[in-house]
């Protein structure tokens, strides 16, 4: 766990609970947001992509605040949009789909239904909050 770290999950038995696709906290008031392997269930998904969560984790980075995105490979709700949606959330590509960052080396990673996920098959990457318009 990360220090000053605030776990937010459907089913939080610590920390906050509730949705990524909205998100009970206030507009630029988030330092760092990681998340690892992201996924929204079919029922409450709009798009079947990030774009079911991005938004609203763009909402509440500060500017200058970083998004980690720790995916499996195949995770499409780790798959970047186009560049130019990106800009309109006023974030920018830091690192795209690296191997795991050191930091995130010694996390377990599972699947839905509980299964571990092989490390060596996730991959990082990195958003960053411009300035921003409003």
Sequence with gaps: M????????????????????????GS??????????PYIPDVATRTKSIMDWL?????????????????FGSNRYGKLPKLEVLKELDLEVVMEKA?????FQGQEFFNTKGGALEQQRMKSTVLRKRGGSE
């Design 99 to 103: 191997p795991l960052m050191e930091k």
């Design 28 to 37: 630029k008031t988030v330092d760092r947001i990681i998340t690892s392997n």
């Design 55 to 71: 938004p609203e984790a763009a909402r509440v980075l500060k500017p200058g605040g970083e998004l980690y995105i720790n995916a």
């Design 2 to 25: 990360n220090p000053g770290a605030i776990n937010l999950d459907t089913r939080a038995e610590s920390g906050i609970r509730g949705s990524a696709m909205d998100l009970p906290i």
